[in-house]
């Protein structure tokens, strides 16, 4: 068995140029702890390597229950430059979303 | 008109998120929320670039293209309620914003109306001289991109909308400015906030982030249907901040509007392009929102605690625009059997036309729409019933941009069986990079327009 970030949280992408910044906000604190466990940087730079190379930082907000995952070096150049159909990664939340975790 | 200051809580409300934002919420929000101020931020990371561009062929534009719609229509609702509007609307001419607001106004019948408009922004000049700045994306120098610089611009802060605001004029207009501090201006000027007062910064900062983008508080950019409804989301409504001398933010919505504003709504918002959450720099702070934290007080209203800032820096961002060559596009659909390979046959075969006429490009990009176009090639998924090719190439040459959808043009009747839909664009392309810039170098001052 094997859950989706989806089930248990919800995000929003924000655009910085050749960085994007996606949020992850668990539903309950214990959602919080569990994604705290599993959803690392390295699980995210993984599952983003096909459109950014990385690093990427995850910052933590217990208070709110949330993480800030900031990803850096889009693949084409972000905003001002990029060759892609959403130049400012405004979609990316749900790649976010779909990453699938393994049930506790 | 005039308000006095010396209030003890003012309402500002977030009436555009971008230039493109709908001009209907800003004019409802001003109607029925009993605001004192109302923003509008309109300028995302380009536009002052391409507004340059378009005032260099013509002096007396430049300013932002949704100006007139927008001052029209919000003139006749604020002027009689006494709530001004503040607006980076100035965008690469804020002067001329300024003149044709005042022409506006006459034309509507506010003869009286004056206009103060911000000026110190533009910050070319002084970095033509500069080539030895180093560019923050590319860690290269200024010199690299000199010849095709067409813009650079400071992020002023609120101190540079304050003074324009104790001209007491209703419409206040600036060019680039941080969005927040547009926001921060006037809690500064009618609360006398000190610069050095840092948890009221940072909690006028906290409001101004979380309102900048309008509808994205109230339930924009957020329903996934059956997982986070939005009722009315078609009659969204704009947020506002009501926020005290002591620094108390309690967010709030348009009355009988559509959409919804929670802590959930609220969370995203908080966090929408922050980086690291404790060090997020603005011109006129850097704000801590790591224990920010929000509580529902009743339907539609939250209040938003627990900011924290440092001082200012030193440097002023400035946002460089330069000419990056062009960039050609062409797509065509493809459906039914066998779909998937045929735009593939497709796309292959434009790239092997383009390199036979011996074009060259920077970087050649292809999507399959439907498949691959958002999020690059995920995990195994099905083939879909149809799927649109788009090609993409950037170059120096604006022929090769336009062979590229030429040829995409092409496969109507030369490439494979069944396309259809076809779409081609060429595009100059404007990129941006960003110096800092040492803070004593710029200075700002006020025009009134209509004195």
């Known amino acids: 068995m094997s859950i989706k970030v989806y089930d248990i949280a919800h995000c929003r992408t924000g655009d910085k140029g050749r960085t994007v910044n996606i949020s992850v906000i668990a539903f309950d604190e214990a959602k919080f702890h569990y994604l705290k466990q599993h959803l690392t940087s390295e699980k995210v730079a993984k599952d983003f390597s096909p459109i950014a190379e990385g690093p990427v930082s995850r910052y933590e907000l217990p208070k709110l229950h949330a993480f800030n995952f900031v990803v850096e070096n889009m693949r084409g150049g972000g905003v001002t430059v990029s060759l892609s159909q959403d130049i400012h990664g405004k979609s990316l939340s749900y790649l976010m979303m779909g990453i699938v975790l393994p049930e506790n | ?451």
């Open chain 2, 1 to 451: 008109m005039k308000r006095s200051k010396g209030k003890n809580k003012i309402r500002i409300g977030g009436g555009a998120g971008f230039s493109g934002d709908r001009v209907d919420s800003a004019v409802e929000l001003a109607a029925k929320s009993e605001l004192d101020y109302i923003v509008l931020e309109c300028l995302a990371e380009r536009t002052v670039a391409l507004g340059n561009m378009i005032k260099i062929r013509e002096p007396g534009k430049g300013y932002s293209e949704t100006l007139s719609a927008r001052i029209r229509t919000l003139l006749p609702v604020c002027l009689p309620k006494g709530v001004r509007i503040i607006s980076n609307m100035g965008s690469a001419n804020p002067l001329a914003a300024g003149k044709r607001t005042y022409e506006i106004a006459r034309e509507l019948g506010f003869p009286e109306m004056q206009v103060a408009v911000v000026l110190g922004d533009d910050v070319l000049d002084i970095i033509k001289n500069k080539p030895e700045l180093i560019l923050l994306e590319s860690g290269k120098t200024l010199e690299s991109i000199l010849p095709r610089i067409i813009s650079a611009n400071a992020y002023m802060g609120a101190d540079a909308i304050v003074p324009a605001l104790e001209t007491g004029q209703a419409v206040v207009l600036t060019g680039r400015v941080a969005d927040p501090s547009l926001f921060l201006a006037p809690m500064i000027h009618e609360f006398n906030w000190s610069y050095n007062d840092y948890k009221l910064l940072a909690q006028g900062t906290l409001a101004g982030h979380l309102l900048e983008c309008a509808g994205q508080l109230t339930g924009g950019y957020f329903a996934d249907p059956g997982k986070k409804n939005v009722p009315g989301l078609a009659r969204l409504g704009f947020p506002y901040a009501d926020v005290t001398k002591d620094g108390k933010v309690t967010l709030g919505k348009t009355p009988e509007t559509g959409g919804k504003l929670d802590v959930m709504t609220c969370k995203e918002q908080l966090l929408y392009e922050i980086h690291d959450p404790s060090r997020y720099i603005t011109p006129d702070c850097v704000l801590d929102v790591t224990d920010v934290n929000f509580k529902q007080e009743a339907k539609d209203s939250v209040h938003a605690f627990g900011a924290r800032a440092l001082a200012r820096t030193d440097s002023y961002k400035v946002s460089v625009g330069y000419m990056d060559g062009y960039m050609g596009e062409g797509q065509i659909s493809y459906g039914g059997p066998n779909a998937v390979a045929r735009a593939r046959l497709a796309g292959e075969i434009v790239i092997e036309r383009l390199k036979i006429r011996k074009f060259d490009y920077l970087e050649i990009h292809k999507d399959f729409i439907g498949m691959d176009s958002l999020h690059g090639k995920t995990s195994t998924l099905s083939e879909p019933y149809e799927v649109r090719l788009r090609l993409a190439a950037k170059c120096r040459d604006k022929m090769a941009a336009n062979a590229v959808g030429e040829e995409v043009e092409a496969l109507l009747t030369n490439g494979p069986a069944g396309g259809g839909g076809f779409f081609r664009q060429t595009k100059e392309l404007v990129a941006i990079q960003s110096v800092l810039l040492p803070r004593y170098l710029i200075k700002q001052t006020i025009h009134t327009i209509g004195k």
